[in-house]
C-alpha cells in the first residue's frame, strides 16, 4: 500500500545500463501506483542509446524523454572546463563529473514539464555520482524528493547489493542487459571520454586488460608508425577549428576523439580519492580533450602574464575540485569561472600538436596576442640593462642574505 509520502511520478535518470535499467522494476514493486518517466540525454554515446526508448518501455516506464544535448555539453560545459584547463589529481579529465550537472538539469526540467515530485538516479551510495546528481536537484530544485534505490534498506533487503546481483535481478525480470558476469566492466562515455571500473581494473596490482578495455582509442602497441599534426585554433580559450576548418564545439570534439584516438592519446590509469572517501582505480580515455588541453596549455603559456598565469593555475584545481564534488552550480565555482574567464581573453591563436604513440605534444604555437619576445628571450644583451639584474637580485634576495647573517642556516 503507497504511503501518503511516497512519490507519485519519478524523472529518473536513465542510461539503459545496468543500474538504472533493474530500477524500473524495483520502483514499480517500491511505490506501487508511481508514474515512471525515463530520461536520456544524447552526450555523445555513440550507439549506446540505440533502442533506448524500446528498451525503458519493456522495462517498466510509463514515458520516456531523450533530448540531444552534445552541442550544450562540448560548449557550455566542456569549454568553461577548458578554459579553466581543470584536471582533477594531475590525471582526471573530469569527464563523468562534467556531465552529471547537465543531465541533471534537465531531469529537472523535465520534473516541471511533466508534473513530477520527484527525481531519481541509479548511482550507488559508494560513487561520486549520487552527489553530482543530488547536490543538482538540491540546488535546482530544492523542493523534488530524491530517489536513490542504491541507498533504500528495502533494495539492499531484496539482494540487491553488488553489480552480479544486479545480473541476477536482470535477468529474472526478462531485463535486456549488456553486461555479464564475465564481462563486468562498468562503464560511463560520452562526448568528452569514456571511464573502465570493474573485473580486473580494481585490483592496482594488475596491468588492465587494453585489449578489452579500451573503446575510443587503441593500445599503443597499435598506433600507427607514422606522426600526425592537427592544428588546433582557439578564440578567447574556446578551441574553434581543426586544421583550420570551423566547427561547432561537439563536432571539434569527436573529430579529435577520432583522430587521437587512432594514435592512443589520452589513455591513462588513475586511482583516485573519490570524495566519499575511499580510493578507486580507473581506466580513462580522453583523446580529444587531452589533445585539446595540450594545445590550450601550450598557448596560455604564451599569452596570460606570468602572475595571472600562477594565481590561474592555483584556481584550476579548486575548479577540478569543485566539479568533481558535484558543485557545477555553487557560486564558488561561478565566481572561479568569471576569473578564468577573464584571464582567457588573451587565449587566442592556433597551436600543431604532434600525435605519436600514445603522445600529444604541442610542437608550435602562434598568437597576435603573443608575450613572447624574442629579443628579450635570447642570450644577446643588446638594448637590455644587464645592470638592473644585480640590484633586483640584492632586493629580492635581502630577506634571505639577514636571515643568513642572523641565524646561520643547516645545510
Same mark, same amino acid.
Given at each position: 500500500?503507497?504511503?501518503?509520502?511516497?512519490?507519485?511520478?519519478?524523472?529518473?535518470?536513465?542510461?539503459?545500463?545496468?543500474?538504472?535499467?533493474?530500477?524500473?522494476?524495483? !520502483?514499480?514493486?517500491?511505490?506501487?501506483?508511481?508514474?515512471?518517466?525515463?530520461?536520456?540525454?544524447?552526450?555523445?554515446?555513440?550507439?549506446?542509446?540505440?533502442?533506448?526508448?524500446?528498451?525503458?518501455?519493456?522495462?517498466?516506464?510509463?514515458?520516456?524523454?531523450?533530448?540531444?544535448?552534445?552541442?550544450?555539453?562540448?560548449?557550455?560545459?566542456?569549454?568553461?572546463?577548458?578554459?579553466?584547463?581543470?584536471?582533477?589529481?594531475?590525471?582526471?579529465?573530469?569527464?563523468?563529473?562534467?556531465?552529471?550537472?547537465?543531465?541533471?538539469?534537465?531531469?529537472?526540467?523535465?520534473?516541471?514539464?511533466?508534473?513530477?515530485?520527484?527525481?531519481?538516479?541509479?548511482?550507488?551510495?559508494?560513487?561520486?555520482?549520487?552527489?553530482?546528481?543530488?547536490?543538482?536537484?538540491?540546488? !535546482?530544485?530544492?523542493?523534488?524528493?530524491?530517489?536513490?534505490?542504491?541507498?533504500?534498506?528495502?533494495?539492499?533487503?531484496?539482494?540487491?547489493?553488488?553489480?552480479?546481483?544486479?545480473?541476477?535481478?536482470?535477468?529474472?525480470?526478462?531485463?535486456?542487459?549488456?553486461?555479464?558476469?564475465?564481462?563486468?566492466?562498468?562503464?560511463?562515455?560520452?562526448?568528452?571520454?569514456?571511464?573502465?571500473?570493474?573485473?580486473?581494473?580494481?585490483?592496482?596490482?594488475?596491468?588492465?586488460?587494453?585489449?578489452?578495455?579500451?573503446?575510443?582509442?587503441?593500445?599503443?602497441?597499435?598506433?600507427?608508425?607514422?606522426?600526425?599534426?592537427?592544428?588546433?585554433?582557439?578564440?578567447?580559450?574556446?578551441?574553434?577549428?581543426?586544421?583550420?576548418?570551423?566547427?561547432?564545439?561537439?563536432?571539434?570534439?569527436?573529430?579529435?576523439?577520432?583522430?587521437?584516438?587512432?594514435?592512443?592519446?589520452?589513455?591513462?590509469?588513475?586511482?583516485?580519492?573519490?570524495?566519499?572517501?575511499?580510493?578507486?582505480?580507473?581506466?580513462?580515455?580522453?583523446?580529444?580533450?587531452?589533445?585539446?588541453?595540450?594545445?590550450?596549455?601550450?598557448?596560455?603559456?604564451?599569452?596570460?602574464?606570468?602572475?595571472?598565469?600562477?594565481?590561474?593555475?592555483?584556481?584550476?584545481?579548486?575548479?577540478?575540485?569543485?566539479?568533481?564534488?558535484?558543485?557545477?552550480?555553487?557560486?564558488?565555482?561561478?565566481?572561479?569561472?568569471?576569473?578564468?574567464?577573464?584571464?582567457?581573453?588573451?587565449?587566442?591563436?592556433?597551436?600543431?600538436?604532434?600525435?605519436?604513440?600514445?603522445?600529444?605534444?604541442?610542437?608550435?604555437?602562434?598568437?597576435?596576442?603573443?608575450?613572447?619576445?624574442?629579443?628579450?628571450?635570447?642570450?644577446?644583451?643588446?638594448?637590455?640593462?644587464?645592470?638592473?639584474?644585480?640590484?633586483?637580485?640584492? !632586493?629580492?634576495?635581502?630577506?634571505?642574505?639577514?636571515?643568513?647573517?642572523?641565524?646561520?642556516?643547516?645545510?
Amino acid at each position: 500500500m503507497a504511503n501518503q509520502s511516497d512519490p507519485k511520478k519519478i524523472v529518473l535518470a536513465y542510461s539503459g545500463g545496468l543500474d538504472t535499467s533493474i530500477i524500473l522494476p524495483w !520502483l514499480k514493486e517500491r511505490y506501487p501506483g508511481v508514474k515512471l518517466v525515463c530520461f536520456a540525454a544524447e552526450l555523445g554515446q555513440g550507439d549506446e542509446l540505440k533502442g533506448i526508448e524500446e528498451k525503458a518501455y519493456a522495462s517498466g516506464a510509463d514515458e520516456v524523454v531523450v533530448k540531444d544535448l552534445r552541442k550544450e555539453f562540448a560548449e557550455e560545459y566542456c569549454f568553461p572546463m577548458i578554459r579553466s584547463h581543470a584536471i582533477y589529481e594531475s590525471d582526471y579529465m573530469l569527464g563523468t563529473s562534467i556531465a552529471r550537472p547537465l543531465i541533471a538539469k534537465y531531469q529537472v526540467m523535465v520534473a516541471e514539464q511533466t508534473g513530477a515530485d520527484a527525481v531519481g538516479h541509479g548511482a550507488t551510495g559508494k560513487g561520486n555520482d549520487q552527489v553530482r546528481f543530488e547536490l543538482t536537484a538540491r540546488a !535546482l530544485a530544492p523542493k523534488l524528493q530524491i530517489i536513490s534505490p542504491w541507498k533504500d534498506p528495502v533494495f539492499i533487503n531484496d539482494g540487491l547489493t553488488d553489480r552480479e546481483t544486479a545480473i541476477d535481478y536482470a535477468k529474472k525480470h526478462n531485463i535486456p542487459i549488456d553486461q555479464t558476469k564475465k564481462k563486468i566492466y562498468s562503464r560511463d562515455r560520452n562526448l568528452w571520454h569514456i571511464s573502465h571500473e570493474g573485473a580486473e581494473i580494481e585490483h592496482p596490482d594488475q596491468e588492465p586488460d587494453w585489449k578489452h578495455c579500451l573503446v575510443m582509442s587503441v593500445p599503443v602497441e597499435e598506433a600507427p608508425d607514422q606522426a600526425e599534426y592537427v592544428e588546433i585554433e582557439f578564440d578567447k580559450g574556446n578551441p574553434v577549428a581543426v586544421n583550420g576548418q570551423k566547427m561547432a564545439g561537439h563536432d571539434l570534439i569527436a573529430l579529435l576523439n577520432e583522430i587521437g584516438g587512432k594514435h592512443a592519446v589520452g589513455t591513462t590509469v588513475l586511482v583516485e580519492n573519490r570524495l566519499v572517501g575511499m580510493k578507486s582505480r580507473g581506466v580513462y580515455e580522453t583523446p580529444g580533450g587531452t589533445i585539446l588541453y595540450e594545445a590550450h596549455k601550450a598557448l596560455e603559456q604564451l599569452c596570460i602574464e606570468r602572475d595571472l598565469y600562477h594565481e590561474k593555475l592555483n584556481l584550476a584545481n579548486r575548479y577540478a575540485e569543485l566539479t568533481y564534488y558535484g558543485q557545477w552550480f555553487h557560486p564558488l565555482r561561478e565566481a572561479i569561472q568569471s576569473f578564468m574567464d577573464k584571464a582567457s581573453e588573451t587565449v587566442t591563436g592556433t597551436v600543431s600538436v604532434k600525435l605519436y604513440k600514445g603522445r600529444a605534444l604541442a610542437t608550435k604555437a602562434n598568437s597576435d596576442l603573443s608575450l613572447y619576445d624574442e629579443q628579450l628571450a635570447s642570450f644577446a644583451m643588446d638594448n637590455y640593462d644587464i645592470t638592473a639584474a644585480r640590484g633586483f637580485i640584492d !632586493l629580492f634576495g635581502l630577506p634571505m642574505q639577514v636571515r643568513g647573517l642572523k641565524h646561520k642556516p643547516q645545510v
